[in-house]
């Protein structure tokens, strides 16, 4: 089992920013997918973001474009999200994952973490 243990989520107004942090192991040896994830009440979980690695590709949901960025830090094993100019909208539980396959898709992934709050007031 895949250790994934997700922190930073919070409460912030709209326009914030949040860095969520995802603590693995073994990334620098991880040949694969490293994704965020969210899930709002009453919805479907949906890709965020991914990283392609050993690539360091990264990828993004349209909505996020410009907003959030992924990276990883590879002697701390972890992946980051930074979020920026939070909307109302990116309200959610964000899960940290790992997979391999297609990264947009929830299938891919068989590693995921508890989740961590994300709340974005008017």
């Known amino acids: 089992q895949v250790p994934l243990v997700e922190s930073g989520g919070g409460t912030v107004q709209a326009g914030g920013s949040l860095r969520l942090s995802c603590q693995t192991s073994?990334?620098?040896?991880?040949?694969?997918?490293m994704g965020w994830f969210r899930q709002a009440p009453g919805k479907e979980r949906e890709w965020v973001a991914n990283?392609?690695?050993?690539?360091?590709?990264?990828n993004y949901r349209t909505s996020v474009k410009g907003r959030f960025t992924i990276s990883r830090d590879n002697a701390k094993n972890t992946v980051y999200l930074q979020m920026n100019n939070l909307k109302p909208e990116d309200t959610a539980m964000y899960y940290c994952?790992?997979?391999?396959?297609?990264?947009?898709?929830?299938?891919?992934?068989?590693?995921w973490g508890q989740g961590t709050q994300v709340t974005v007031s008017d």
């Open positions: 994952a790992q997979g391999t396959g297609r990264c947009p898709q929830v299938s891919s992934y068989n590693h």
């Open positions: 990283l392609l690695l050993p690539h360091n590709d990264p």
């Open positions: 073994g990334l620098a040896s991880f040949s694969g997918c």
